[in-house]
């Protein structure tokens, strides 16, 4: 069998040297629980504002979500700072955001999110995205439709010529078969006038055969 992922296996069951599916993710404690240790995670007061995701989106992949300051690793971060748009922890409000006018938690500045300016921006510029993408869409199935179209009108165009040839060539072939019935009829008519002028030279010739026999006769008895 397969060794599962480490985003898979729930973190509490494998430090009991169990093998569990891990169903959901916290990403403060960066590790994945399976339904029992999801039921007792959610029920420590401490563990009450931990963020719960699907599995699924953390699957074989490298997903930390850490809410350590990096420039003071032991605080945690509270607040965003909406001058410098970046998030602090206590220390760092109390030092580098000391000026800053625009200090808020998390939670509060997360709920505003959508009517901040950043997120109006965000969203412009997603509906000028689809936008764009839904005039290509057009354009593509304007340009399919148009060259089907033409596909049509060419194949028409070459159906339109093709009888056009075909006709022409019936035509030359009709005319050439003319030409020549009209010519064997004419050398008919010729042969026969030499049948018939043949036949009369036969009778003459025999005609005049015998007036030469009558004519030897009658000297004869003369």
């Known amino acids: 069998m397969a060794s599962k992922s480490p985003s898979k296996c729930c973190g509490i069951c494998s430090r009991r040297s169990r093998s569990t599916e891990a169903v959901k993710y916290c990403t403060d404690c960066e590790e994945g629980l399976c339904t029992d240790c999801l039921d007792f995670h959610g029920h420590i007061k401490s563990f009450d504002n931990h963020q719960i995701i699907d599995i699924d989106v953390v699957e074989g992949k490298s997903f ?29 409000m109390a030092s580098a ?10 939670e509060v500045s997360a709920k505003r999110v959508k009517s901040s300016a950043m997120y109006e921006e965000i969203a412009k510029d997603v509906t000028t995205l689809y936008s764009a993408i839904n005039e290509l869409q057009d354009t593509q199935r304007q340009g399919m439709t148009n060259l089907k179209d ?16 075909i006709q022409e060539i019936e035509a030359a072939l009709m005319s050439e078969i003319d030409s020549i019935q ?11 006038r030499y049948v018939i002028k043949n036949k009369r030279y036969k009778i003459l010739l025999n005609s005049l055969n015998l007036y030469r026999n009558m004519d030897l006769k009658v000297k004869y008895l003369c």
Not at 97 to 106: G, T, V, W, Y
Not at 150 to 165: N, P, R
Not at 182 to 192: A, F, G
């Open 182 to 192: 009209t010519s064997q009829t004419k050398l008919t008519t010729t042969l026969t």
């Open 97 to 106: 955001h000391r000026s800053c006018e625009k200090l808020l938690p998390i």
């Open 150 to 165: 033409s596909k049509m009108a060419i194949k028409e165009d070459v159906k339109a010529k093709l009888e056009k040839l």
């Open 64 to 92: 930390v979500v850490s809410k350590s300051c990096k420039v003071h690793p032991d605080m945690v971060l509270e607040y965003f700072c909406t001058d410098h748009d970046t998030m602090c922890c206590r220390s760092c």
